[in-house]
């Protein structure tokens, strides 16, 4: 069956760094576009950043721009984000989500990490 497990999550003091890993199985993963999104307490859930089924394009969202970095192994089936310079308000819950190109869309989503920021 289809799973995505994420690892990595900890606590981590601000200026700090930690690097997520998300394993991917039970479907084609190189067709799949990846994103790592975050929910923090009483927050909607938001977009972090995205990369394309063959790695060659990542988006972030403005407030992590330059912080954090998205990559791909299609080899490996896994999907990491390395996150440096970590504030508090990057506290949340990380999760990856698969989406498939084409029609109707396929998403499946993996359960989380819990990252926390704090001194």
């Known amino acids: 069956q289809v799973q995505l497990v994420e690892s990595g999550g900890g606590l981590v003091q601000p200026g700090g760094s930690l690097r997520l890993s998300c394993a991917a199985s039970g479907f084609t993963f190189r067709t799949y576009g990846m994103s790592w999104y975050r929910q923090a307490p009483k927050k909607q859930r938001e977009l972090v950043a995205s990369?394309?089924?063959?790695?060659?394009?990542?988006n972030y969202r403005d407030s992590v721009k330059g912080r954090f970095t998205m990559s791909r192994d299609n080899a490996k089936n896994t999907v990491s984000l390395q996150m440096n310079s970590l504030k508090s308000e990057d506290t949340a819950i990380y999760s990856c989500?698969?989406?498939?190109?084409?029609?109707?869309?396929?998403?499946?989503w993996g359960q989380g990490t819990q990252v926390t920021v704090s001194s």
């Open positions: 990369i394309s089924s063959t790695g060659d394009t990542t």
């Open positions: 989500k698969a989406w498939s190109l084409g029609s109707p869309r396929v998403e499946y």
